[in-house]
């Protein structure tokens, strides 16, 4: 019987790593093999002389300067802030914490679209101030981009920071304190050590990403003459004259980059992670600052909240309401009509609805085939287990656009065989492809808190499998299910660079609907879509939390 079923397992795992290998390594191998093989036949010396081209060297040059000055741009934001809210006063408001993940759940593009209608030319911040001159139009910069593109990225590593600043126990700094140690001297040589991997965990998503991203470099970027990987991996795939053997070339190089990031980061959080988590009780330090100490920090946060969030979010709803843009925010030339007209227009329509599909059906996937790989891995011994969930989670260590090229290079090729390129199925694949590492985490940390004891009371019971499944292992992991569903639904709705590289022809989402009507000059119907798209996606996140809680509660 226990032969029988391990057989099972092992067929199941086998099943399911050929299947997420035709997903995931195929594309992969192919954006490798199309840089390296030149007309059939493999030439590393022409795919060298590609990526030692003085226009791919700028922009590989272009890339590592602009994730090492959003490197450093966030942490002069993101340090500040998680120290007022993890050791001080300030840290007792907790809707403070919600907030500063508007940032992270406001799609990149749209912040950055935001920005640019603020600052540009006769734009929001001249109408408002217009004493100021062309002032505001310095912003289309280098500095810019960085301000930007850090104003998106810094919640992840406040909230990394924060939470290592909470862990670290008083008594460590009351001994400094003791031994004479002034504040600045305990803050570098007890505060700043603590948080050594831990920032380094934060720094190197924060560069990852920064490399990976494509909607503020393509929005804000391009409009500077400032190119980078993804910005020139997407004009080499969809630009006449198309070149995939640059397009694969470029994606190699950023592969291989993120990859060595990830690990430089396990071995420095190897190395410098201290465990200040033990049985002992221990309790955070709390500074109580100062009524002018007070002022500073509450200053310091309004003023975070009011430039992450408060400018673009004023601009893009602002955007949305005036009727005729020549006459700006003057009063009477505000209307409701973009609205209406995203309700009446079968073009928005059509883009609202493609999106909901996409984001509902990959969503749906996701999760099905997320929690097979965790029931096959947590019954399977051995390392084939630890195969397939490393293949499932190859997609959150590889920058979206490089999945997106191989996924455009592989389908086509085998196009013959199955015609699924050019068709939504090939977007539903992809966003599954990009996305399924969200239902595997979940559902994984969700398996955790689930004891053995109770699945092997229900088989001794009599349960079938697939009963105790269904009464016991289930209910326990909707959770994590819900919470993968949701946040799947939710990046994959505003999604932009696969709906702009492989979207069927005369295809739109609603990314790519607000692209187009921003770059066509039909700027206030794009913002009010934008508008749409954070409303729909904060809602369901809204929706869902409140019916886990209530499922919780009953």
């Known amino acids: 019987m226990r032969s029988s079923t391990t057989w099972k397992s092992s067929a199941l795992l086998w099943l399911l790593l050929v299947f997420l290998a035709g997903l995931i390594l195929c594309p992969l191998i192919t954006v490798f093999a199309k840089a390296v093989i030149i007309d059939g036949r493999l030439d590393l010396y022409q795919a060298w002389s590609i990526i030692a081209d003085s226009e791919n060297l700028q922009t590989i040059a272009n890339s590592m300067l602009l994730g090492v000055s959003v490197v450093l741009c966030s942490t002069l934001i993101a340090a500040p802030t998680a120290y007022f809210l993890s050791r001080t006063q300030v840290g007792r408001h907790k809707w403070l914490d919600i907030l500063f993940m508007v940032p992270f759940m406001t799609p990149p593009y749209i912040a950055s679209m935001g920005w640019i209608l603020f600052m540009q030319k006769r734009g929001l911040f001249q109408q408002l101030f217009p004493a100021t001159g062309s002032f505001s139009e310095r912003f289309f910069s280098f500095g810019g981009l960085v301000l930007v593109m850090s104003l998106h990225v810094f919640p992840f590593l406040m909230t990394i920071l924060k939470n290592a600043m909470l862990n670290i126990p008083a008594s460590l700094e009351e001994s400094g304190a003791v031994f004479g140690a002034g504040f600045t001297l305990r803050l570098r040589k007890i505060f700043a050590p603590l948080l050594t991997g831990n920032y380094a965990i934060g720094v190197l998503l924060v560069f990852v990403k920064t490399l990976s991203e494509y909607g503020t470099p393509y929005t804000l970027g391009r409009r500077i003459g400032f190119y980078v990987f993804t910005t020139d991996i997407h004009r080499y795939s969809t630009t006449a004259p198309i070149d995939f053997g640059r397009s694969a070339s470029l994606s190699s190089i950023l592969v291989c980059i993120c990859m060595g990031m ?87 329509l059509d883009a609202i609805k493609n999106s909901v599909f996409l984001a509902v059906s990959s969503a749906t996937i996701c999760s099905v085939l997320g929690t097979a790989v965790v029931l096959a891995v947590r019954r399977a011994r051995g390392r084939l287990g630890k195969v397939v969930e490393g293949v499932s989670l190859l997609p959150e260590m590889l920058p979206g656009i490089v999945l997106i090229i191989g996924i455009m290079l592989f389908w086509n090729a085998i196009y013959k065989l199955l015609p699924l390129y050019n068709t939504i199925g090939i977007m539903v694949l992809a966003y599954v492809v990009l996305y399924l590492p969200y ?21 001794t019971f009599g349960g079938s499998p697939a009963y105790v499944f269904r009464r016991v292992t289930l209910p326990m992991i909707s959770k994590g299910i819900v919470a993968g569903w949701m946040m799947i639904f939710i990046i994959a709705f505003r999604e932009l660079v696969t709906a702009s590289l492989i979207a069927p022809p005369n295809t739109l989402v609603v990314s790519t609907y607000i692209n187009r009507e921003f770059e066509q000059g039909s700027v206030s119907l794009g913002m009010a879509m934008a508008v749409l798209c954070v409303l729909i996606t904060t809602g369901t996140l809204l929706v869902m939390n409140a019916l886990t809680e209530r499922k919780g509660r009953g």
């Open 262 to 348: 990830w690990l430089l980061q396990n071995y420095i959080t190897s190395k410098r992670t201290y465990r200040l988590v033990s049985g002992k009780g221990s309790r955070p330090a709390q500074h109580k600052l100062s009524r002018g100490g007070l002022a500073l920090a509450w200053g310091w946060v309004a003023l975070v909240i009011l430039v992450a969030i408060g400018i673009p979010y004023f601009s893009i709803i602002a955007t949305s309401l005036i009727n005729l843009r020549g006459y700006g925010l003057a009063p009477g030339n505000f209307t409701l009509a973009h609205y209406m007209e995203l309700f009446t227009t079968p073009k928005s």
């Open 439 to 459: 239902t595997v985490q979940y559902v994984t940390s969700a398996f955790t808190q689930i004891n053995d004891n109770l699945v092997q009371a229900g088989r």
